[in-house]
């Protein structure tokens, strides 16, 4: 088989604990997405490098209830599987179902309402035996004994049909979880991770005769880790998921992070990652070099590997929203409505985008790279807003990107006015941190009446971009024909996962917001706020 290059990560930015697998020629995969909707992205592959997204399991908000989900809350570590014509995707919604199966006849969807299963625990995965008996794993606490749980259930009702079993507590390191079963050669292979999801991440390895153990710990454990692998530039590797190619291969999909430069932070969320796994002749196996990968890879992929996409503008294909957008906690279409005729985004001005519940009137999508750089084009009512001296109703409008890690953590440029104004006060640009429990405006100016490009219907516009590399993101703006201006910046630092004052498992995202409540004469509009021209573009 002949050996082709690829690049690491196959599915760049925050798409994390990845599943995999494989119906003839086609591969299919889905990732974590915590609060964010639509939800467990879907993707077809028939290369195993270059992935598409074809749905989403969560994409009808009464699947889950999410309004209540803090931020890194939500859908946790899905597993596809396929069995005798359907596709079952198992998750935790840990912040209302628990443990629960959604189904499809095709991974294209409309997938199922989720079926709740009593069984505790996390990363639930589901395996399938050759006479069809199907096995039900999550990291779960036994009578007092941590470790991983097992269970015959119906994956359709997701009734339990048997005791739940404590079948494996790992090799001692802290978090055994995201449990993978298989069967390879008769016999029944335990696939777990350990060390938490962070830098001490580790991927372990088990057999037995039988699928409730007792279980042999593979001699070269661990089969993937970086915790000692300092200088490597991709660290954290781990809850992996293992598919055979068809062609005699064996391939690991899992999660791992891009650092910052000589700094254990990252940004851009755990990624997947894609490595061959090399099986030694007593059948362990382990992932990539002795269980240490690159970003620079090859192996005997199904075909050759593309270069990753790095020019994206809102497709609307058939009337559909591009797949890349997402929401906090759900869309709410009084806030956000997607116009199909000239690819606008249009807002109402919703909540401020710091409020931890709730919908907001901001439409994401993820940063996948570190060199890059997201810009809209902004028009807002810059003269039909009431001068309402009394009521102050014009304060904390705010309309503009943002770099989002999550409710506590974004950096933003903006229109915005601010406290109680008259017609006649200028709108202002302005950028603003929230960092933890800390929120500023770093730096404003006032945008000039000249710059403002009025038309006829009072909107008048201004440019965006946000400019990323390792160390900044840089935050600009023209209007009237003038060219760039840096507004503000950011430290990269600021947004990555490892400053967050709570457990957060997410990455940072691009988006258009509108916040505050402006006092409009007259009757308001539905959508008072447009985006045009969205566009994010990666550089080298
Ligand atoms: C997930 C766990 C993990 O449930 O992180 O890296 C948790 N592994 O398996 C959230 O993604």
Same mark, same amino acid.
């Given at each position: 088989?002949?050996?082709?290059?690829?690049?690491?990560p196959?599915?760049?930015g925050f798409?994390?604990?990845?599943?995999v697998?494989?119906?003839g020629?086609?591969?299919?995969?889905?990732v974590?997405?915590?609060?964010f909707?639509?939800?467990l992205?879907?993707f077809?592959?028939?290369?195993?490098?270059?992935w598409?997204p074809i749905s989403f399991?969560?994409?009808?908000?009464?699947?889950?209830?999410?309004a209540?989900a803090?931020?890194s809350?939500g859908?946790?570590a899905?597993?596809?599987r396929?069995?005798?014509?359907?596709?079952f995707?198992t998750?935790?919604?840990v912040?209302g179902?628990?443990?629960c199966?959604?189904?499809?006849g095709?991974?294209?969807?409309p997938?199922?309402d989720?079926?709740p299963?009593a069984?505790?625990?996390i990363?639930p995965?589901?395996?399938? &035996? *050759?006479?069809?008996?199907?096995?039900?794993?999550?990291n779960a606490? #036994?009578?007092?004994?941590? %470790?991983?749980? /097992?269970?015959?259930?119906?994956?359709v009702?997701?009734?339990?049909?048997?005791?739940?079993r404590?079948?494996?507590?790992?090799?001692?390191?802290?978090?055994p979880?995201?449990?993978?079963?298989?069967?390879?050669?008769?016999?029944?292979?335990l696939?777990?991770?350990?060390?938490?999801?962070?830098?001490?991440?580790?991927?372990t390895l088990?057999?037995?005769?039988?699928?409730?153990?007792?279980?042999?710990?593979c001699?070269?454990?661990p089969?993937?880790?970086?915790?000692?692998?300092?200088?490597n530039?991709?660290?954290?590797?781990?809850h992996?998921d293992?598919v &055979? *190619?068809?062609?005699?291969?064996?391939?690991?999909?899992?999660?791992? #992070?891009?650092t910052?430069? %000589?700094?254990l /932070?990252?940004?851009?969320?755990?990624?997947t990652?894609l490595s061959?796994?090399?099986?030694d002749?007593?059948?362990?196996?382990?992932?990539?070099?002795?269980?240490?990968?690159?970003?620079?890879?090859?192996g005997?992929?199904?075909g050759?590997a593309r270069?990753h996409?790095?020019d994206?503008k809102?497709?609307?294909?058939?009337?559909?929203?591009?797949?890349?957008?997402c929401?906090?906690?759900?869309?709410?279409?009084s806030l956000?409505h997607?116009d199909?005729t000239?690819?606008?985004?249009?807002l109402?001005?919703?909540?401020?985008?710091?409020t931890?519940?709730?919908?907001?009137?901001?439409?994401?999508?993820?940063?996948?790279g570190?060199?890059?750089?997201f810009s809209?084009?902004v028009?807002?009512?810059?003269?039909?807003?009431a001068a309402?001296?009394?009521s102050?109703?014009n304060?904390g409008?705010?309309?503009?990107l943002?770099?989002?890690?999550?409710?506590?953590?974004?950096?933003?440029?903006?229109?915005?006015?601010?406290?109680?104004?008259?017609t006649n006060?200028?709108?202002?640009?302005g950028?603003?941190?929230?960092i933890?429990?800390?929120?500023?405006?770093?730096a404003?100016?006032?945008?000039?009446e000249?710059?403002?490009?009025?038309?006829?219907?009072?909107?008048a516009a201004?440019?965006?971009?946000?400019?990323s590399?390792?160390?900044?993101?840089?935050?600009?703006?023209k209007?009237?024909g003038?060219?760039?201006?840096?507004?503000?910046?950011?430290?990269?630092?600021?947004?990555?996962?490892?400053?967050?004052?709570?457990?957060?498992?997410?990455?940072?995202?691009?988006g258009?917001?509108?916040?505050?409540?402006l006092?409009?004469?007259?009757?308001?509009?539905?959508?008072p706020v447009?985006?045009?021209?969205?566009?994010?573009?990666?550089?080298?």
């Amino acid at each position: 088989m002949k050996t082709l290059p690829y690049r690491n990560p196959v599915v760049p930015g925050f798409h994390p604990d990845p599943s995999v697998c494989r119906v003839g020629p086609d591969f299919y995969l889905v990732v974590s997405s915590f609060e964010f909707f639509p939800g467990l992205p879907v993707f077809h592959s028939t290369n195993l490098v270059n992935w598409e997204p074809i749905s989403f399991a969560w994409h009808r908000e009464s699947q889950f209830d999410m309004a209540g989900a803090g931020a890194s809350r939500g859908l946790f570590a899905p597993t596809i599987r396929f069995h005798a014509g359907e596709f079952f995707i198992t998750v935790t919604d840990v912040s209302g179902t628990g443990n629960c199966i959604l189904r499809s006849g095709t991974p294209y969807g409309p997938w199922s309402d989720p079926v709740p299963v009593a069984q505790g625990g996390i990363d639930p995965s589901l395996f399938f &035996d *050759d006479d069809g008996t199907a096995f039900f794993c999550t990291n779960a606490e #036994v009578d007092g004994t941590t %470790g991983i749980a /097992l269970s015959v259930i119906n994956p359709v009702t997701g009734a339990l049909r048997s005791p739940v079993r404590h079948i494996c507590a790992g090799t001692g390191g802290r978090w055994p979880e995201a449990p993978h079963l298989y069967k390879f050669d008769g016999l029944y292979y335990l696939m777990l991770a350990e060390g938490g999801t962070e830098y001490g991440h580790m991927e372990t390895l088990f057999r037995s005769e039988s699928p409730w153990g007792p279980y042999t710990p593979c001699p070269t454990n661990p089969v993937l880790s970086h915790r000692d692998a300092v200088s490597n530039p991709v660290q954290c590797t781990g809850h992996a998921d293992i598919v &055979d *190619d068809g062609a005699g291969n064996l391939w690991a999909v899992f999660l791992g #992070v891009r650092t910052l430069p %000589g700094v254990l /932070l990252h940004n851009l969320g755990r990624e997947t990652f894609l490595s061959p796994v090399v099986q030694d002749a007593a059948g362990w196996f382990s992932i990539g070099n002795g269980g240490i990968v690159g970003l620079e890879m090859e192996g005997p992929l199904p075909g050759e590997a593309r270069p990753h996409t790095r020019d994206w503008k809102p497709s609307y294909i058939e009337g559909k929203r591009d797949p890349h957008w997402c929401f906090v906690r759900g869309f709410d279409a009084s806030l956000i409505h997607f116009d199909c005729t000239d690819a606008a985004v249009r807002l109402a001005f919703g909540p401020d985008i710091s409020t931890p519940s709730g919908l907001y009137a901001l439409a994401l999508r993820r940063q996948e790279g570190f060199l890059c750089e997201f810009s809209a084009r902004v028009e807002f009512p810059a003269r039909i807003y009431a001068a309402d001296e009394n009521s102050g109703k014009n304060s904390g409008v705010r309309a503009g990107l943002t770099a989002y890690y999550n409710d506590s953590y974004h950096y933003d440029i903006f229109v915005y006015r601010d406290g109680v104004c008259g017609t006649n006060d200028p709108w202002r640009l302005g950028v603003s941190k929230r960092i933890h429990d800390m929120e500023a405006v770093v730096a404003s100016v006032d945008l000039p009446e000249s710059l403002l490009q009025v038309g006829g219907s009072g909107l008048a516009a201004v440019d965006f971009r946000i400019r990323s590399d390792t160390e900044w993101y840089v935050f600009e703006w023209k209007a009237g024909g003038t060219g760039w201006a840096e507004l503000g910046r950011g430290k990269t630092a600021g947004l990555c996962t490892e400053g967050t004052y709570h457990m957060s498992f997410t990455g940072v995202l691009f988006g258009v917001f509108a916040s505050g409540s402006l006092n409009f004469f007259g009757s308001e509009p539905d959508y008072p706020v447009s985006f045009s021209d969205c566009a994010y573009t990666e550089r080298d």
